[in-house]
């Protein structure tokens, strides 16, 4: 089935350094990657759909400059958490569909990346 | 948007017993899937289901996409099960998924 690796799975910065999260389809191609955000105990929440070769669409109460989103290739989506403050700290998550599977399987999620800001 | 609405929120079984998780959304869906979240966070997709019923060893899954809600059936649930269910569902227009609030489970041994 489809596979989505995510890396890093754990990252600590330091306040104010910026962070890259990259999210790649193993064994397929996927124009749309969708970034996800959970705080402790809380579900997911949509933050953005990542479009390859155009500009990431962003869900309301998400700052673009501050959640750079790039899809430079088909199989991979990078999230970069720049001017990180303690409040950014929490588990980000990516997902994507094999086009080529249908819809047998519906959406892949990578393993997360837990992200702590000190 | 659409609302996805998950219950019980918490649930405590005996190892064993068997459960019943439930998902209650707002507007028609092409796409509702159900995860189990480890403790490490890692979300397993368990079932794609938009309408119908599927089975897959000690777990099952129904929609009943007329009437907008989906059930989640544990039996003879395992200390393993424990963690948190989330249903997600996709909207008729659209790509996205919106997730429930999610059900968290503890099995006791």
């Known amino acids: ?118 | 948007g659409i609302q996805v609405e998950q219950s019980p929120p918490d649930l405590i079984l005996q190892e064993g017993a068997n459960s019943t998780l439930r998902c209650n959304f707002s507007d028609s869906v092409n796409n509702l899937q159900w995860f189990h979240q480890n403790p490490w966070g890692q979300l397993i997709n368990l079932f794609y289901i938009p309408s119908g019923t599927k089975q897959n060893g000690r777990l099952s899954a129904t929609t009943v996409a007329t009437e907008r809600y989906s059930l989640l059936y544990i039996s003879s649930s395992q200390t393993t099960d424990s963690g948190v269910y989330f249903c997600a569902v996709r909207e008729a227009a659209g790509n996205k998924l919106t997730f429930g609030g999610g059900t968290r489970v503890l099995v006791k041994p």
């Open chain 1, 1 to 118: 089935g489809a596979v989505v690796s995510q890396h890093p799975s754990r990252v600590i910065c330091k306040s104010g350094t910026s962070v890259k999260i990259e999210c790649r389809s193993l064994d397929f191609q996927a124009t749309t990657m969708f970034w996800y955000r959970q705080f402790p105990k809380q579900s997911l929440m949509l933050m953005a759909t990542s479009n390859e070769g155009s500009k990431a669409t962003y869900e309301q109460g998400v700052e673009k400059d501050k959640f750079l989103i790039n899809h430079a290739s088909l199989t991979l989506s990078t999230l970069t958490v720049t001017s990180a403050h303690p409040e950014d700290s929490s588990f980000y998550i990516c997902s994507a569909r094999d086009p080529g599977g249908g819809w047998v399987h519906g959406y892949t999620f990578g393993s997360g990346t837990r992200l702590t800001v000190v």
